[in-house]
Structure formats: structure tokens, C-alpha cells
């Protein structure tokens, strides 16, 4: 079954304590993203990946870090969580501009 | 950044009526998509439309695309409470994405 993948789900951690969300897709995609969704905010990119080891900014990159070492994985790390990073976060990956998201990983940061 | 304008934000109707949703913009694009997230679950692509003045029917939804590129609506006939969701409009160019806030539908039975 074609699907993208997210772990963990569900996440409540500290300030400060580093986190890795990881991401994976079966479809061989080349376009993978990270968004995060907040209300009132919508649905805003985080960080994108255009084949493995490219890698650009999107709109909200400030406190993340991501890697594509591997066309199926683009974990989303965050080195020091803060607060303000609790959000609802979905991986996509794509072939062109039809997305495919994963379930979601809501994270709470206390 | 592309801006992507979605009316209404909310919508709450009976089981059976029409509704229409609406994503604006004041550029171009090369393609819109449209999506549908329910709650707790990430989005699901309904459609993508790419010709100015394409229309394309899924079922009881239809969704067309301006002359221009520049906006796009997505008309649902006979509502289902089943069609109760977020709908999403958005746009993909070489990885970089853009999202309207969305529209929450709820259809009452």
C-alpha cells in the first residue's frame, strides 16, 4: 500500500530535550516536505527536499533541521523544542504537485 | 510567498443543501489542488486542476479553475454530513508549497 509514514504520533517533551519526528515514504517520490498546522494558521512549510541531499527552506524553518540521506526518509529534527513548537506536524511526499501526507505527529513541548 | 485566500472559513449547513467554497489569489499558477482533512488525519487530495477555465467533477463535487489561473471554487451538491471536513486549497511549484486556511465545512442531518 502506497503511504507515507510518521513516528511518533503523539509526542508531549520538554524544553530543551532534542527530538527527531521521523518520515517515510514507499512511492518513491522525489518532493518530500515537512508542514506544521496551527489554528488560525494554517497548514505552513516547514522545510522541503527536492531528491536527497537537497534540502530548502520554507516559510517557518526557524528551530528545525532536516536530512534526506535516503530518498524514503526525511526525519524533521528539533535540536532545542521550546514551547512555541507545539503543533500538529505532517510529513508529504510527492512526484510533482500532488502530495501525499502522512498522519500526522502532534507534539506537545511543556 | 504565494497567497492563497480561502472564503468562507466556516461553513454550517443542512444535509441537502449547495455550497460553494472559494480560494483567491492575486498571482498566477501553473496548477491548484484541492484537498480534504478530517479531524486528527492529514490531508487527502481530491483534485488538482491546471487549464484556465477547467472544470472537473469527482461525484457531487465539482471544481473549476478561473480563466486567468488565478482562482478556483469547489461546488458541492446535496451536501452529505459525510462531506463534513476542512477543505484545503493549495499549490506545489518544485517543492515549495503554498496552502489557503482552509474552509470547515459541517453538514447537520
Known amino acids: 500500500e502506497a503511504q507515507v509514514t510518521q513516528n511518533p504520533r503523539y509526542l508531549i517533551t520538554v524544553t530543551g530535550k532534542k527530538l527527531t519526528v521521523t518520515c517515510s515514504q514507499n512511492?518513491?517520490?522525489?518532493?518530500m516536505s515537512w508542514y506544521r498546522q496551527d489554528p488560525g494558521l494554517g497548514l505552513r512549510q516547514i522545510y522541503y527536499s527536492m531528491n536527497v541531499e537537497v534540502t530548502d527552506k520554507g516559510d517557518v524553518p526557524e528551530g528545525y533541521k532536516v536530512s534526506r540521506k535516503e530518498k524514503r526518509n526525511f526525519p524533521l529534527i528539533l535540536e532545542s523544542p521550546s514551547p512555541n513548537q507545539t503543533s500538529l506536524y505532517f510529513c508529504?511526499?510527492?512526484?510533482?504537485?500532488?502530495?501525499?501526507f502522512g498522519p500526522g505527529t502532534r507534539l506537545t513541548v511543556t | 510567498t504565494q497567497l492563497l485566500e480561502q472564503s468562507p472559513q466556516f461553513l454550517s449547513i443542512q444535509e441537502g443543501e449547495n455550497l460553494t467554497v472559494y480560494c483567491n489569489s492575486s498571482s498566477v499558477f501553473s496548477s491548484l489542488q484541492w484537498y480534504r482533512q478530517e479531524p486528527g488525519e492529514g490531508p487527502v487530495l481530491l483534485v488538482t486542476v491546471v487549464t484556465g477555465g477547467e472544470v472537473k467533477k469527482l461525484k457531487r463535487l465539482t471544481f473549476q479553475f478561473g480563466d486567468a489561473r488565478k482562482d478556483s471554487s469547489l461546488h458541492i451538491t446535496a451536501a452529505q454530513p459525510g462531506d463534513t471536513g476542512l477543505y484545503l486549497c493549495g499549490n506545489t511549484n518544485a517543492g515549495k508549497s503554498t496552502f489557503g486556511d482552509g474552509t470547515t465545512l459541517t453538514v447537520k442531518p
Open positions: 512511492m518513491n517520490h522525489e518532493y
Open positions: 508529504a511526499s510527492s512526484s510533482s504537485y500532488e502530495q501525499y
